[in-house]
């Protein structure tokens, strides 16, 4: 391409929207990997015994001896 040429709005915006899809999947697949993963923890922990799935809250440390 000489350097006085520019690319059409058209390409201009098929690339910005090739770029965004990119994006957009990348961000998809690390969420969806990232809540695979958990699932396999969350079920090794129940499987050992170690169920901390529902701990929602830690513990007080205000509490009085």
């Known amino acids: ?10 390409r201009l ?4 929207a090739f770029i965004v899809g990119i ?12 809540n695979l993963w958990h699932g396999d923890e969350l079920e090794q922990d129940q499987a050992v015994g170690n169920n901390v ?10 509490q009085r001896p």
């Open 1 to 10: 391409m000489a350097p006085d040429e520019k690319p059409s709005a058209r």
């Open 13 to 16: 915006g098929k690339a910005g």
């Open 23 to 34: 994006i957009i999947a990348i961000f998809i697949v690390i969420f969806v990997g990232r």
């Open 53 to 62: 799935a529902t701990e929602h809250t830690g513990p007080s440390y205000n």
